[in-house]
């Protein structure tokens, strides 16, 4: 079985370790999307955002956030140094509206308008160390949400490009990012299920919302030795996918645990 797939072993090693922890720690389903709002957005969010940096040195979410990683995410079995580091050092609540910051930091999704949430924490967390993004590479999100998923992936890979259905969505999660300084990222309002082919291939490709099955549009946008996590299924019957491409273009599929995600919405509907 050695030199099955001629790719970095360090990816293989990584997917069977994650299926442990979260074996060992339950079955983590969570509601994407749901919660909804059908609020408008905030336009207060956005420039209150200007002025991220100044707040940053008087940050009063700091403790909230360091206790957020040891008691949802360590604790969970997330092991990455650097994935800790990142979400230490991410401002999650400016990726909520005003009014809801109070929960930014808690053990659950929270609501951001338009029928959508930022995603649970450890969600977050589990989702990327499965990824695996590193320094050197293109990864592609499909559903930005606020944002907050592509600020993590923007500290640990590249490039990032990532894609809202939601122009609304799509729009405030551009103007966020850009005044964080998150600079290499990329967004883009349009239907994800057909990918992002002007920037393709992508070593690696993350998912937020379930397809009935994957998009064959995302698996043509893998490059060889790339990786895709992505939730599979009809509602309550899914399962979170991690899907590996190997020097010769075959692919790869392991299950790694239940999960409940909105299904992935096609343009125009």
Known sequence: ???RWQCDARQRSGVAGLEQHYNNAGRFAVTERLHGLSCPRNPSVILILSVARLLAAADPYSADRERMVREQIESRGIR???????????????????????????????????????????????MTELLGPQKTDHVLEI?????YQAAVLAQLAGRVY????????????????????????????????????????????????????????????????????????RWLDQKL????????????RHAVGDVVFVPLRPGGQ
């Open 241 to 252: 996918i991690v899907i590996e491409k190997d020097a010769r273009g075959r692919v790869h």
């Open 80 to 126: 990455s140094a650097e994935l800790l580091r990142v979400l230490r050092a991410t401002p999650r609540h400016f990726f909520v509206p005003v009014a809801d910051r109070a929960m930014a930091y808690e053990d659950h999704p929270v609501p951001i308008g338009y029928g959508a949430t930022i995603s649970q924490p450890y969600v977050v967390a589990w």
């Open 1 to 3: 079985m050695a030199g």
């Open 162 to 233: 990532t894609m809202e259905i939601v122009p609304e969505l799509a729009k405030s999660a551009r103007d966020l990012l850009s005044a964080l300084g998150y600079s290499n990222v990329t967004v883009r309002q349009g239907d994800g299920s057909r990918g992002w082919p002007e920037e393709a291939p992508f070593d690696k490709i993350m998912v937020t919302a379930a397809p009935p099955e994957v998009p064959q549009a995302l698996l043509d946008e893998l490059a060889n030795c790339g990786r895709l996590v992505v939730p599979v299924g």
């Open 143 to 147: 559903g930005t949400g606020s944002g």
